[in-house]
């Protein structure tokens, strides 16, 4: 049955610098030093003083100006731990999602029996056979495996996003059974495309990808 929905729907249907220049002026070396951030302020008069002590002034500065912490590192050190935090809570939420998913062994089952009827009612469509479709899904939404399968989705669903599509197939399948039992094939094709869909962006949603068999 492994990927038998796919195949049934398929049948129905993104700093800090530093210069130091050096010049001569009537045969006297001086070096002009200028340290400080790239920035809209003005910056401060260079500082012309001799050769040997201008290299150590500017280096000096420089040493000092590239220790002290820019706005630019502040910055980018705030966004370090808030895409941390970031990563500890999204990890937490898939931990504890996780253990409600190991925990209901009962409502994947309900599930997979849910796969395996939609893609027998995909299957019997294709056919015309609306006798089948409606043996499989039965006379109402109030059916006993329909119930059991709102109960699966009322414990796996936490996002509003999922709770959207748990609406959304729901819709559908009740636009399929009302469908099937009318025997109109076009609409039956559009219920049946509609609640496949919003079964697999819940499964996605909900993080049950792969534990299903058939999507």
């Known amino acids: 049955m492994a990927r038998a929905l796919g195949h049934a729907v398929a049948a129905v249907t993104t700093k800090i610098s530093g210069n130091a220049r ?64 970031k990563v500890k809570i999204d990890r937490k939420k898939r931990l504890q999602r996780q253990g409600v998913i190991s925990s209901s062994a009962k409502e994947t089952g309900y599930l997979q029996e849910l796969v395996y009827k939609l893609s027998k009612v995909g299957k019997a469509i294709e056919n015309n056979d609306f006798s089948e479709a409606s043996s499989v899904l039965g006379p109402s939404t109030r059916a006993d495996w329909i119930q059991n399968v709102n109960l699966a989705f009322t414990k796996l669903t936490s996002s509003p996003e999922a709770k959207n599509e748990v609406d959304a197939f729901n819709s559908s399948l009740a636009s399929l059974i009302s469908s099937v039992d009318k025997h109109d094939i076009e609409s039956s094709k559009s219920a049946f495309v509609l609640s496949a869909s919003a079964l697999e962006k819940w499964v996605e949603s909900t993080g049950l990808v792969g534990l299903l068999k058939g999507l």
């Open 22 to 85: 050096t010049s001569a002026d009537a045969g006297t070396s001086v070096v002009l030093c200028i340290v400080g951030e790239r920035g809209p302020a003005t910056p401060a008069p260079p500082l012309l003083v001799g050769r040997r002590e201008g290299l150590s002034a500017c280096f000096t500065a420089l040493t000092l100006s590239l220790a002290s912490p820019s706005l630019a590192a502040i910055l980018e050190a705030d966004d370090d731990e808030e895409l941390l935090e």
